[in-house]
């Protein structure tokens, strides 16, 4: 009876210290911290999330967790934040579009002033997608200045490198104008699998097919 009555205080003792344990293990991965980090916000906040000053000040979007951790990281943000998803200075300041997960990241302005959809492990980098208001896929628009100023709708694994599709204002297919300044200030279709390389397709104003202009410098026009 001594050992019966033994281990049920031990038991309780357990779910004690189980109990106990939970608010502190919340506390470890907070929201809405820093100065006015959530002032004036209308949106959802999940866990670890809007960490900074302002980081979410005035937000009308969802936030899903560990994202817009930042100063100024989502302010008068009004779009759809996914996880892990615009942390940096002022990454995602007055975004309206939605951002997939693990997008939007760099040390800042990644997607400030964005209007499009971004899809998931995209924008990221310094000034990645900043100004841009046309839909980008998947794991796309990756590197600094990538996608700045795009007018025209990204597909899946394309424009990625410094600068590539800068003021970029047509279509851009999947796997196409992936280098350094590829795809910078082109107006011309550009189909799948095409125009990879450092300036290829920069200055392009021609529609390229599926598979073309692959190499450094292949189709550079004077910009």
């Known amino acids: 009876m001594r050992s019966t009555y033994r281990f049920v205080l031990l038991a309780l003792f357990a779910l004690g210290v189980l109990l106990l344990g939970q608010p502190l293990a919340r506390a470890t991965n907070p929201s809405c911290t820093g100065l006015d980090a959530c002032t004036g916000n209308t949106g959802g906040v999940g866990t670890g999330s809007c960490n900074g000053e302002d980081a979410c000040f005035d937000n009308s979007g969802k936030i899903l967790s560990n994202a817009c951790n930042g100063l100024d990281a989502c302010e008068d943000n009004s779009g759809r934040v996914g996880k892990n998803s615009c942390n940096g200075e002022d990454v995602c300041l007055e ?59 990204v597909g899946n694994g394309s424009c990625q490198g410094v600068e590539a599709c800068i003021e970029n204002s047509v279509p851009v297919g999947s796997s196409s104008c992936n280098g350094y300044l590829a795809c910078i200030g082109n107006t011309g279709t550009i189909g799948n699998g095409s125009c990879n390389g450092a300036f290829a397709c920069a200055g392009n104003t021609v529609d390229r097919g599926p598979g073309e202009c692959n190499g450094d410098g292949v189709c550079e026009a004077p910009i």
Do not use: H, K, L, M
């Not at 951002?99 to 959809?117: I, K, L, M």
């Not at 980098?125 to 996608?147: F, I, L, Q, R, W």
């Open 95 to 153: 975004n309206s579009g939605d951002v997939d997960r693990n997008s939007c990241n760099g040390d800042f302005d990644s997607c400030f002033d964005n209007s499009g959809p971004i899809g998931s492990g995209s924008c990221n980098g310094d000034d990645a997608c900043e100004d841009n208001n046309a839909s980008v896929g998947n794991t796309s628009c990756n590197g600094e200045d990538a996608c700045f100023g795009n007018s025209g709708p």
